[in-house]
C-alpha cells in the first residue's frame, strides 16, 4: 500500500504509526488488510473471530536484525511471558534464541517450544517449591535468585536432588546507578536484591555447596524507546558484574542485562534506534575485552515485547455501530477479555490508543473519531477512545495493530467467560491455526496440575 505522510494528507486518514507498521510489517489488498500476503478477511472466515495473528517471518526478522545489531557483544533470549505460545516460541528458538521463562508452567512451553534446558533462565519474584524442584531436575541453565528464601530452598531442592544448581543473582540497583535523566534502581522492589546487601547474598550463597554462582542479572525497566536509557543501563549492568568477580575472586559467567527494548504504541512515540544501539554495544564491548572480570563472560538480553510486537494484530469483526448523544461507538467481538494492555488498564500510566485501523476499509480515508469497545458489560471494555475511522457497518473488521506482547496471555480471559480466541501463525504466506478457539466458558488449564 501507499503511505502517505501524515503531514501532507489533506483528508483525516488512520493514525500515522499505524500507516508505519501497516508498510513495515503487512500489508494491503483492494484496501484490506493483508498479514503475509493473506487478507484478515480470509483469516477470521477460516479461523473465526475475533482472532490473534502473527507473521513469523516478521518475528524472526526482528530477532536477527538484534542478534546482527549485538554481534560479539550480547546473544539474544527470548522472554516467553511476552507471547508464550509455543510455535511463536519455537520459531525464535530455532532462529537461535535461549528462553527467558518465570514460572514452571512456562518451563513446559519452553520445552513444547523445543529449547534445550541448558537455554532456559528462570526468574520471577516469588517461585514456588514445585516450580523449582522441576527446574532443577531439568537442570536448566540457570535460576535467578531475588530473596533470601529462594536461595535457601534452592540450595535444599538441589541438595535433596544430589545435584548443583546453577543460580545468578538478580540485582535491584541502587539509586547510584541513576544518571541524569536515565533513572533506573533506587526504588523499593519486590524484584531481586538491592544492591546495597550484595555481600550479605554472596555470603549466604558462598555458604551452600549445592549452589553456584554463574550469574548475575538486572533488568530495571520495560519499554525503553531510548538507546542511551538502554545502554546506560547495560553499562551499569556490566560494572556490577565485575564488581562481584572482584568481591568473590571469581568471574560471573553470565551476565543477564535484561529485557525492555520498547516498540511504538501511540502516534508521537518514537523507535528504537538500533543503529545506536548497535554502537553502543560495540563501545560497551571494547571496554569489557580489556576488563579482566568480563572478558571471558557471556552476556545476553532477554528481550520480549520488542521480538514478536509488531508481528501481531488482534481483528475484532463489528457488531454494530451506534451514535448516543453524538458520540460515535464501534462495538466489535472483540477486547479486553482478549487484549487488556490495549484498552490502557496494563500498567500504562496515561490511558492512549494503540494504532487501530479499519481493516477492511483501508482504502477510505475520510476518517472521524469513534469510541471503539468490545462485547463485555463494563466500560473497561474501551479499545479505542478517539480513533479515526471511516464510516463502519456490521461485518467489517478493525485490526488493532502492535498486539503480538502482552496479549492474549495478558488478559482476564475469564471474565465474562466469551470464548477464547483462536491463534493463527502466518510464515511464508501459509496460515497455520497454533491455538483453537475455545468454547463458552472454556475452563483455564494449569499445565502443571
Ligand atoms: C518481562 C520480563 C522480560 C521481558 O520484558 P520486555 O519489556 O517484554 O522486553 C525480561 N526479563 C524479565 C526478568 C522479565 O520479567
Known amino acids: 500500500m501507499s503511505v502517505v505522510p501524515f503531514a501532507s494528507r489533506s483528508d483525516s486518514g488512520p493514525p500515522a504509526l499505524a500507516e508505519a507498521v501497516i508498510a513495515e510489517n503487512f500489508g494491503a489488498r483492494d484496501g484490506v488488510l493483508t498479514v503475509g500476503g493473506i487478507t484478515v478477511t480470509d483469516l477470521t472466515a477460516a479461523h473465526g473471530s475475533p482472532l490473534y495473528v502473527y507473521d513469523g517471518d516478521v518475528i524472526v526478522r526482528r530477532y536477527r536484525a538484534l542478534v546482527d545489531a549485538l554481534a560479539g557483544f550480547a546473544d539474544v533470549y527470548y522472554s516467553i511471558k511476552a507471547n508464550p505460545n509455543p510455535a511463536v516460541a519455537r520459531l525464535l528458538v530455532d532462529a537461535g534464541a535461549g528462553l527467558e521463562i518465570a514460572s514452571g508452567a512456562e518451563l513446559l512451553l519452553a520445552e513444547a517450544a523445543g529449547a534445550q534446558p541448558a537455554n532456559i533462565l528462570f526468574a520471577g519474584p516469588g517461585k514456588g517449591e514445585r516450580e523449582l524442584d522441576l527446574a532443577i531436575a531439568r537442570g536448566i541453565g540457570e535460576i535467578h535468585l531475588e530473596c533470601f528464601e529462594e536461595i535457601e530452598m534452592v540450595a535444599a531442592l538441589a541438595a535433596a536432588q544430589g545435584r548443583i544448581a546453577n543460580i545468578a543473582i538478580r540485582i535491584n540497583p541502587s539509586a547510584a546507578a541513576q544518571g541524569g535523566a536515565m533513572r533506573m534502581g533506587g526504588k523499593p522492589a519486590a524484584f531481586g536484591f538491592d544492591e546495597e546487601i550484595i555481600d550479605d547474598v554472596l555470603a549466604a550463597i558462598a555458604?551452600?555447596?549445592?549452589?553456584?554462582?554463574?550469574?548475575?542479572?538486572?533488568?530495571?525497566?520495560?519499554?525503553?524507546?531510548?538507546?542511551?536509557?538502554?545502554?546506560?543501563?547495560?553499562?551499569?549492568?556490566?560494572?556490577?558484574?565485575?564488581?562481584?568477580?572482584?568481591?568473590?575472586?571469581?568471574?560471573?559467567?553470565?551476565?543477564?542485562?535484561?529485557?525492555?527494548?520498547?516498540?511504538?504504541?501511540?502516534?508521537?512515540?518514537?523507535?528504537?534506534?538500533?543503529?545506536?544501539?548497535?554502537?553502543?554495544?560495540?563501545?560497551?564491548?571494547?571496554e569489557r575485552r580489556t576488563n579482566p572480570w568480563l572478558v571471558g563472560a557471556q552476556i545476553l538480553i532477554e528481550p520480549g515485547r520488542y521480538l514478536t510486537g509488531p508481528?501481531?494484530?488482534?481483528?475484532?469483526?463489528?457488531?454494530?455501530?451506534?451514535?448516543?448523544?453524538?458520540?460515535?461507538?464501534?462495538?466489535?467481538?472483540?477486547?479486553?477479555?482478549?487484549h487488556l494492555a490495549a484498552s490502557g488498564n496494563l500498567g500504562q500510566v496515561i490511558k492512549r490508543d494503540y494504532p487501530i485501523v479499519a481493516a477492511t476499509r483501508l482504502s477510505d480515508r475520510s476518517c472521524a473519531p469513534a469510541t471503539v469497545v468490545g462485547p463485555l458489560c463494563t466500560p473497561l471494555d474501551t479499545l479505542g477512545r478517539q480513533t479515526a475511522l471511516p464510516d463502519m457497518a456490521s461485518g467489517d473488521v478493525v485490526a488493532i495493530l502492535q498486539s503480538g506482547a502482552y496479549g492474549l496471555s495478558a488478559s482476564p480471559v475469564g471474565f465474562l467467560s466469551h470464548p477464547m480466541p483462536a491463534e493463527v501463525l502466518v510464515r511464508g504466506g501459509e496460515a497455520t491455526l497454533i491455538r483453537a478457539a475455545g468454547d463458552f466458558g472454556a475452563p483455564l488449564v494449569n499445565p502443571l496440575s
Open 207 to 286: 555458604a551452600k555447596p549445592s549452589l553456584h554462582l554463574s550469574g548475575l542479572h538486572l533488568f530495571a525497566g520495560t519499554q525503553i524507546l531510548d538507546a542511551e536509557v538502554l545502554l546506560y543501563q547495560w553499562n551499569y549492568g556490566l560494572k556490577l558484574a565485575a564488581e562481584v568477580g572482584r568481591k568473590t575472586g571469581c568471574p560471573v559467567a553470565r551476565i543477564d542485562l535484561g529485557g525492555g527494548l520498547g516498540i511504538p504504541y501511540h502516534d508521537g512515540d518514537k523507535t528504537l534506534d538500533l543503529t545506536a544501539v548497535a554502537a553502543g554495544a560495540r563501545r560497551l564491548d571494547q
Open 311 to 338: 508481528a501481531g494484530v488482534y481483528l475484532s469483526t463489528v457488531r454494530a455501530v451506534k451514535t448516543s448523544r453524538g458520540q460515535r461507538f464501534v462495538i466489535g467481538d472483540g477486547g479486553i477479555h482478549h
